[in-house]
Structures are given as structure tokens and as C-alpha cells.
């Protein structure tokens, strides 16, 4: 029975459909999904209140075929080995879809972040790195953290300032973590880049006129109703750039309940009644909904689920309306609602292609800690120089005066968050092409997610191919 697969197992049930069509040696196969190694810990904690609590805790590497390996801290009550070896299994296939050179990794904490003060959570934060650390299991060449559901900046800050302190001096220490404040080394533009991502891989998917049409749905964002779950970091991010290009956001679900509007709803309204009252529901002239599970089943053009694994199952499937499902968080359709879900003609846009936003930015941030200067430091005042000057030769050979504000705006440099923006769109434009040409090439009954295991198993490959271990 599909629905008692584990997430590993599901993760792994997807490999084997793409590895099967995509022809290589079993063995070679197996070595690519395989978990390389998984550290379980546990440590004690000592709580404001005195008492003392035992925390248990992860750290799975997934691929070792590329140095480091990377992959988010989770804090969650469903933290398990599973868990961590699930999700660093899918961050190996993701980095390889969006090609950076990172194997796959993750972590977890057992915790419900809310259960713990500020004081607490920095302890369990700094003795887990220390734990890590003793391992050989962080470190800028080894295996590089990042954030993730229940961690955010913070947890990054004390993590790189605990390596810090243990690693005497190491030129590179920043790079043992991405994701962190700017001030200490972090990267503008990371904060919002997994949504940013999530809504570049949309707009692809929903530019494409031939996908629409089968789905009968026009061309582009505009007007396109969407639901999404989880306004954490990853479903604000998406939901305000959906919305900025004029998608509706008619229901909008937190673990507390769900609202809805079909004339849509102002996320930042929103956020803020949230931040006043504690709570999503009771927003003016929104409809409450009891549960966020049944916001999934409400008629939109687009389901977002940004929350957490297993939110679409073989039991809610069949009453799904949406016409495309955006995973935005890691593994919320499970393997039976895949097939209930492919069955009815919904096209998914995989977690493993549309959540890569966060890595490729992690990627920026450790190339940023490893060359030690702001990507855009040194050429940013050189281009606009050179820009006004062509500007300036324009207005001469031409008679025609450009307006101040033309030329601000066309002799403009690019800064870091400029360029960390573009290089995003581009690494999420070109691997949503990639992986829908190999959905293309294998014929109709491939889906996406086949289509990018397929793309992903590709590119390790390569890496594996020049060893001539395997023939
Ligand atoms: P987060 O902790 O910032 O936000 C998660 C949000 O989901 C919280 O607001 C929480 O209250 C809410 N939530 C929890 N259970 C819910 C439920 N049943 N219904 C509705 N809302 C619920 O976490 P995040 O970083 O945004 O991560 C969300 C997902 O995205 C996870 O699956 C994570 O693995 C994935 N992801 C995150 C990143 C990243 O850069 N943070 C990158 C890739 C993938």
C-alpha cells in the first residue's frame, strides 16, 4: 500500500521510476541513491526553568560525488532519521537539476521551536554545531547548513560564530553555513530566494501556451487564483511575488485554520491581523475555514502547499481542484496522491526543481564567504561610468537629450542583490527547460518529477562516469 511509505521511501520510489527509464547500470543506480552517511545525537539540555531535557538530533549526507555537501537545519516535532535522510536525498538531486556543486545533506532538531525560548533555542543551536563540528560533520569544504523549516538568519548567525570559535582562525569559517544575516557574511537576497524561486518556476510553467491550453487555463500569472499553505518564509516570499504579478490569492492556511476570498486577499493585511491578533482567521471579509487541510481542496488555479511533507495524500487527493500544484516545501504530495493526482490531469511542479531557489542563492553566499567581496563591489561604479559615457556619445551623435531620470536608470551598475536576482531567474528559467525538454523526450506518460530525477540522475552520472568504477 502506497499510502504507508515512509517519506524515504517515497523518495526513493521516484528515483527508481526515473532511474529505470533513464537506462543507466543498476549498481551505479543504487550507489546515486543511496544515503553516503547519517549522524544521530543526542545531548542534554539545560532549560530556564532548570530542568533538564534530552534533544534529539540529525545530520544525514545524502551524495558525497561533489564537496561539500549541503542541505537545511529543520526544527520540528517530525524530525526524524527519515525524515533527514528523505530530504537530503531530494537536496542531491536538486542541486544537480539546478547545477550547483554540492552533494545532498540535511539536518533536524526534534523540537517545537515555540516550546523554547530565545535563550534555550540558542543552546541547542550552538551545542548541536559543536556536536557537528566534533563529527567533521560542518565545515566550508565539508557540509554546509542552511535554513529551513523552524530556522531562519538567527540560527545561522549562532552557528557560523560557534564554528568560528572552535576552528582556530580558519580563513573560510563563513562558508560553514549559509543563510545568514548580511552582517555576518550572509548574501542579499537569500532571505526571500526559495519564494522568489518558487515564482520563477511558475511564471515558466504558466508561460508556456501548449501546458496551459491542456490545462485549460489562459497564459501567465495575471488572474490566476492561487491557495497557498504555510506563510513561513518560504510561502510569504512566494505568495508576494505571485501576487506582485497579479495573481489572486484566494485562500491563504496556517497550522492555526484557513481564510478565504474570491476576490482575493491582501497578503500584507493579512500578515499584519496575524501579527496583531495571533492568528490568520477572523480577517475582515474573509471567509474562515476550520482547518488548514481543507484550504488544499479549495477551487483555485493553483495549490501552493509551502508548509510541510505529506499535506496531499491518497486521501484528499481526489478532491483536489487545482489544476497545477506549485511544491513549494519538500515532499507535500505523497507517491498514491501523485497518482491519483497525475491520473486527473493536475500538472505538479516538483519540490526537487521548484523549492532550488534557496540552494542556488546558498551557492552565491559560499562563492561570496570563499572570495571574501561583495559580488558587484568592483564593477558596479565601473559600468555606470561606461554606461553614461555611451549615453553621452548617443546625445551627441543623435541631438536628442536623455532626461536624469533616464540616465539613473539606463547607467545603473548592478549590485549584489542585482545580481544574486538574476542569476536566480536564470538558473530557474534554464532547469525549468531542462527538465520539461526531458519530459518532452520521454514520451506523454512521463511526469515532471520523473522528468527531473531523469535530468538530475543525468548529471551525477557524469561525475561518476570519468572514475570508471561503474561501466
Ligand atoms: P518556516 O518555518 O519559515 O515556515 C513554515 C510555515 O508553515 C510556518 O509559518 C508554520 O506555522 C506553517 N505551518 C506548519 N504546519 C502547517 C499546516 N499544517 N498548515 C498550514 N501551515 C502550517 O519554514 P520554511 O523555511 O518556509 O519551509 C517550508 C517548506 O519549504 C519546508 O518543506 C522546507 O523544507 C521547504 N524549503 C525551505 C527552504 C528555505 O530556504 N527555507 C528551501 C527549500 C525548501
Known sequence: ??????????????????????????????????????????????????????????????????????????????????????????????????????????????????????????????????????????????????????????????????????????????????????????????LEATGRGVYYGVREACGVEEDMKALGLSTGIEGKRVVLQGLGNVGYNAARFLANDGALLVGLAEYEGAIADPDGLDLEAVIEHRRETGSILGFPGATDLPSSAEALEMDCDILVPAALENQITEENAGRIQARMIAEAANGPTTAAADEILLEKGVTILPDLFLNAGGVTVSYFEWLKNLSHVR?????????????????????????????????????????????????????????FHQVREVQKNHGSDVDLRTAAFINAIDKIVVCYEELGIFP
Open 375 to 431: 559580488f558587484g563591489r568592483m564593477e558596479k561604479r565601473f559600468d555606470e561610468t561606461a554606461q553614461r559615457q555611451l549615453l553621452s556619445a548617443v546625445e551627441q551623435a543623435t541631438g536628442q537629450t536623455f532626461s536624469d531620470r533616464d540616465v539613473s536608470h539606463f547607467a545603473s551598475g548592478a549590485d549584489e542583490e542585482d545580481l544574486v536576482n538574476s542569476g536566480l531567474e536564470e538558473t530557474m528559467v534554464n532547469a
Open 1 to 190: 500500500m502506497t499510502a504507508q511509505l515512509s517519506f524515504l521511501d517515497q523518495v526513493n520510489r521516484s528515483f527508481d521510476r526515473a532511474a529505470a527509464l533513464a537506462g543507466y547500470d543498476p549498481h551505479l543506480m543504487n550507489q546515486i541513491k543511496e544515503c553516503n552517511s547519517v549522524y544521530r545525537l543526542t545531548f542534554p539540555l539545560k532549560r530556564d526553568d532548570g530542568s533538564m531535557e534530552v534533544i534529539e538530533a540529525w545530520r544525514a549526507e545524502h551524495s558525497h560525488h561533489k564537496l561539500p555537501t549541503k542541505g537545511g537545519i529543520r526544527y520540528s516535532l517530525m524530525a526524524s532519521e527519515d525524515e533527514v535522510m528523505a530530504l537530503a536525498a531530494l537536496m542531491t538531486f536538486k542541486c544537480a537539476i539546478v547545477e550547483v556543486p554540492f552533494g545532498g545533506a540535511k539536518g533536524g532538531i526534534r523540537i517545537d521551536r515555540r516550546s523554547y525560548s530565545r535563550g534555550e533555542l540558542e543552546r541547542i543551536t550552538r551545542r548541536y554545531t559543536f556536536e557537528l563540528v566534533k563529527k567533521l560533520f560542518i565545515g566550508p569544504g565539508v557540509d554546509v547548513p542552511a535554513p529551513d523549516y523552524g530556522t531562519g538568519p538567527t540560527e545561522m548567525a549562532w552557528i557560523v560564530d560557534t564554528f568560528k570559535s572552535l576552528s582556530g582562525g580558519e580563513l573560510n569559517a563563513e562558508a560553514c553555513v549559509t543563510g545568514k544575516p548580511i552582517a555576518q557574511g550572509g548574501i542579499r537576497g537569500r
